[in-house]
């Protein structure tokens, strides 16, 4: 089945991609029938983590999970995909093997390219190459945020952050439904209990309104201290300062 057959506004939808946004129309056709699309039935493995590389993916609609598995099959998820997203691109640009495991979290349309045929498009279309640069690098900057909530906020902490994320700093209600307590779990790398012992604590404490279906932000402000969330640029200099000072000190 052909891409342009499967999603007529494939190269619409392509191009709301930053790696193809300088891209023409006809730059966009050519590089879409390179790649296949696929439908993916919910659950269903995409490509598993120590794999050889299978190519380049962009998720067209849907959800995608990329996640690790620990050495006793425990699931943490480094981030949950969106449309229109690319994905796999280091096992590609490298040759190496998946460093992550990649699953629909929902009934979702994806495209792949086969590695060859995709680093043959950067020597083609430069700009593809290019476009990847300040993407790799902003990733880069989440797994850095990520490892130090991991090393330094504890798990009431890092749901409460979690909890700000999904609804937008309380600007919508959380389905439960679509972020299960086992799921949440995943996401900030700890125990389901841990979860929801954080969700119980913050509705006893009126922060939260939590049913079984969803989760409403009642004091978004106060889950943002607790998450250790300042104010953008109003104190991260002096937040640098005492980092130095303290790193100093046990130098000394």
């Not at 590389?53 to 480094?78: D, N």
């Not at 309104?209 to 943002?224: D, H, K, T, V, Y």
């Not at 104010?231 to 100093?248: D, F, G, H, W």
Request: hydrophobic share 40%; net charge positive; glycine share 6%.
């Amino acid at each position: 089945m052909s891409s342009q057959s499967l999603f007529p506004d494939l190269i619409d939808r392509m191009s709301r991609l930053e790696h193809f946004s300088k891209l023409s129309t006809a730059d966009l056709a050519a590089i879409v029938d390179i790649g296949r699309v696929k439908q993916v039935a919910e659950g269903e493995w995409i490509f598993g983590e120590g794999d050889p590389c299978e190519g380049l993916y962009v998720l067209i609609s849907g959800r995608v999970h990329l996640f690790k598995i620990g050495p006793e099959g425990q699931e943490h998820i480094m981030v949950v995909l969106k449309p229109v997203t690319m994905f796999n691109e280091v096992a590609v640009l490298d040759g190496g093997v998946n460093p992550a495991t990649a699953i629909a979290a929902q009934e979702s349309i994806i495209w792949r390219s086969r590695r060859d045929d995709f680093l043959g498009l950067i020597d083609t279309y430069p700009a593809v190459g290019l476009g990847m640069l300040p993407i790799l690098a902003r990733r880069n900057r989440e797994l850095v945020t990520r490892f130090e909530d991991l090393s330094f906020l504890t798990v009431r902490a890092r749901t409460a952050k979690l909890l700000l994320e999904l609804s937008r700093f309380g600007e919508r209600p959380i389905d439960r439904r679509s972020h299960s307590v086992s799921t949440m779990a995943a996401r900030i790398c700890t125990a389901p209990e841990a979860v929801s012992r954080s969700i119980t604590f913050f509705k006893l404490n009126g922060y939260i309104e939590s049913s079984r279906n969803r989760i409403a932000i009642q004091n978004p402000n106060r889950l943002a201290e607790l998450a250790q969330i300042a104010e953008p640029c109003s104190v991260n200099r002096t937040q640098m300062t005492q980092k130095k000072l303290i790193y100093a000190d046990k130098n000394r």
